[in-house]
């Protein structure tokens, strides 16, 4: 998706990864560099998919199939690009966005069976778009984990599934990018955070 010279960013990345900081720090670099950024997350990201949201990151563990999940993240996603995404790339704003279809097609569809066709059907149907760049945040799952639950910020859901699931989800971050090399980069997210950020930084200005 590229409306003018509005770009639309997602970062993505395991639990943990360091994203949400990373986000925001991108947003400020390209405001110093005179855009204007929304930056925004999933799930949520407008009213709406903020209440869908608290169904999905709360609670327990098997509350919902995966299937169900799909459902739930592409409906909350639907909102988001309808009321958040595509006004702001319409008005020729960039976006910034914390997760977007990539993370259902990693935790929903390859970590609890190969839901991958499913996951890609209902993309088609009802979101279809892709963004610019997707900047991937890798790490081990061991120290993401840790620094996901130490945080208690009662949307654990997902870290609660534990290791192996983490592991899961790396692998699936990783073999999607190398799917898509034009659209994804990966970064190593377990240097310092300062260094993290210029990496970010580098990968963007390269498309601005
Ligand atoms: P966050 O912690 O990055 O805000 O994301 C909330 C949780 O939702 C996180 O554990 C990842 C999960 N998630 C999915 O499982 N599928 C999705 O499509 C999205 C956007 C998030």
Redesign the pocket.
Same mark, same amino acid.
């Given at each position: 998706m590229t409306a003018g010279r509005a770009l639309f960013i997602s970062l993505e990345g395991i639990?943990g990864s360091g994203?949400?900081t990373q986000a925001r720090r991108l947003a400020e670099h390209m405001r110093a560099r005179g855009r204007d950024p929304v930056l925004t !997350?999933?799930?949520g990201g407008a009213p709406g998919a903020e209440e869908i949201r608290r169904l999905?990151?709360e609670g327990d563990p098997a509350r919902w199939s995966p299937e169900t999940?799909i459902l739930l993240?592409t409906a909350a996603r639907r909102d988001h690009l309808e009321r958040t995404i595509r006004p702001a790339l319409a008005a020729g704003r960039d976006v910034v966005t914390? !997760?977007?279809?990539d993370?259902?097609r990693v935790?929903?569809g390859a970590t609890r069976g190969d839901l991958r066709g499913l996951v890609d059907e209902i993309h088609a149907a009802a979101i279809g778009v892709e963004p610019d760049l997707t900047l991937i945040l890798d790490m081990d799952p061991e120290v993401a984990l840790e620094r996901g639950l130490a945080r208690a910020s009662g949307?654990d !859901?997902?870290?609660e599934f534990g290791l192996p699931f983490q592991e899961k989800l790396r692998a699936g971050f990783l073999a999607l990018a190398r799917g898509a090399p034009e659209r994804c980069v990966v970064i190593d997210a377990s240097e310092d955070p300062d260094t993290v950020a210029r990496h970010v930084c580098e990968a963007v200005n390269a498309r601005l």
């Amino acid at each position: 998706m590229t409306a003018g010279r509005a770009l639309f960013i997602s970062l993505e990345g395991i639990d943990g990864s360091g994203k949400s900081t990373q986000a925001r720090r991108l947003a400020e670099h390209m405001r110093a560099r005179g855009r204007d950024p929304v930056l925004t !997350r999933e799930p949520g990201g407008a009213p709406g998919a903020e209440e869908i949201r608290r169904l999905l990151v709360e609670g327990d563990p098997a509350r919902w199939s995966p299937e169900t999940e799909i459902l739930l993240f592409t409906a909350a996603r639907r909102d988001h690009l309808e009321r958040t995404i595509r006004p702001a790339l319409a008005a020729g704003r960039d976006v910034v966005t914390d !997760r977007f279809a990539d993370s259902t097609r990693v935790y929903q569809g390859a970590t609890r069976g190969d839901l991958r066709g499913l996951v890609d059907e209902i993309h088609a149907a009802a979101i279809g778009v892709e963004p610019d760049l997707t900047l991937i945040l890798d790490m081990d799952p061991e120290v993401a984990l840790e620094r996901g639950l130490a945080r208690a910020s009662g949307e654990d !859901r997902f870290e609660e599934f534990g290791l192996p699931f983490q592991e899961k989800l790396r692998a699936g971050f990783l073999a999607l990018a190398r799917g898509a090399p034009e659209r994804c980069v990966v970064i190593d997210a377990s240097e310092d955070p300062d260094t993290v950020a210029r990496h970010v930084c580098e990968a963007v200005n390269a498309r601005l």
